[in-house]
């Protein structure tokens, strides 16, 4: 079993940065991606940003250039940091994480962009 736990979500206004991190616990060997989705109200949930299992990264075409994913393996932990957000980023943001054909999710974390 792993454990993601997510934090850093808030309120922020439009142009404004946050960073959310996630912790990963339990038994973290073998996890081979792991990163950020989002889900706004009525939407599906969609990909964020991610490193691939050749630890490459993977952006959605509405975040590039803006949010940077980034690790510290020291303390198996996973950052999402967002800058120039917009209100269209508003959305719950859960960490994902796969490990040997199964899939791990956080209780997810809100992001609010508003003025």
């Known amino acids: 079993q792993v454990q993601l736990v997510e934090s850093g979500g808030g309120l922020v206004q439009p142009g404004g940065s946050l960073r959310l991190s996630c912790a990963a616990s339990g038994t973290i060997s073998w996890i081979n991606s792991m990163g950020w989705y989002r889900q706004a109200p009525g939407k599906q949930r969609e990909l964020v940003a991610a490193f691939t299992r050749g630890g490459s990264t993977n952006y959605a075409d509405a975040v590039k250039g803006r949010f940077t994913i980034s690790r510290d393996n020291a303390k198996d932990t996973v950052y999402l940091q967002m800058n120039s957000l917009k209100p269209e980023d508003t959305a719950v943001y859960y960490c994902?994480?796969?490990?040997?054909?199964?899939?791990?999710w956080g209780q997810g974390t809100q992001v609010t962009v508003s003025s």
């Open positions: 994902h994480a796969a490990r040997l054909g199964d899939a791990y």
